[in-house]
């Protein structure tokens, strides 16, 4: 989850980046995950990301598009 989880991260990141904005205007996210189990070692990525971090809701799933173990949406400011 931990590999996934970054390159989620970098995703985001890279086009918060192509609109103007960074993971630090990041003000909610939603975090999906397939296995609730792996809360703990996704957050130790996700954590490295953000500075003061955004909201978060954060939920189990039975399942996930082309069969990945975390998805991930956020809303941020662009200027």
Known sequence: ???ETRQTL???KSVLEEFGSSMDE???CTV???DIKEWAAMNEVYKT???N???RSALGS???ALDVRVEIECIAVTR
Do not use: D, H, Q
Request: charged share 15%; proline share 14%.
């Open 1 to 3: 989850i931990g590999p």
């Open 10 to 12: 970098e995703n985001i």
């Open 26 to 28: 990041v003000v909610k």
């Open 32 to 34: 999906f995950l397939t």
């Open 49 to 51: 990301y953000f500075k």
């Open 53 to 55: 971090p955004p909201a």
């Open 62 to 64: 039975s399942g996930l």
